[in-house]
């Protein structure tokens, strides 16, 4: 088996931890190491917390009409991955592929899409700001 990699992904881009460190993951079924995961260090979460910071600047302003289609894209995308996602969760944990396939990853992939929806539903200031964008004020 070979064995793959996982970096970080801050900002928009993948990144290894600063230190280049890595942990082992190991597949609980056959005891076989199946990924090298970076090993963050508090640089490494620092450095993620102040991309989040610097995103959320741009999607705390963004209104329902930019936030649902963006969390629609979100789950379109994990369910044409489905498989994959599933794959790598049941390495990582053990579990039978059918119930990590229906019991979490289509259920994930639900709640992003309800949670789509509820971005059409906010209330006070964020609905506020839609409506204004639209009557010019």
């Known amino acids: ?69 963006a969390l629609l894209r979100l789950a379109d995308a994990m369910e044409s991955r489905a498989e994959e996602l599933t794959a790598v969760e049941v390495e990582n944990t053990g579990k039978p592929f059918a119930m990590t396939h229906d019991g979490e990853v289509a259920a994930v992939v639900d709640q992003v899409r309800f949670f789509a929806g509820a971005a059409r539903c906010l209330e006070d200031y964020t609905r506020i700001k839609h409506v204004m964008r639209y009557i010019g004020t």
Not at 10 to 33: F, I, M, N
Not at 48 to 58: D, P
């Open 1 to 69: 088996m070979t064995t793959r990699t996982l970096s970080n992904f801050v900002a928009g881009d993948h990144a290894d931890a600063t230190d280049g460190r890595t942990s082992e993951l190991v597949d609980p079924v056959t005891g076989e190491v199946f990924m090298e995961a970076a090993l963050s260090s508090e640089a490494d979460v620092d450095r993620a917390c102040r991309a989040a910071a610097e995103a959320f600047e741009t999607w705390r302003d963004a209104t329902p009409a930019d936030r649902s289609p």
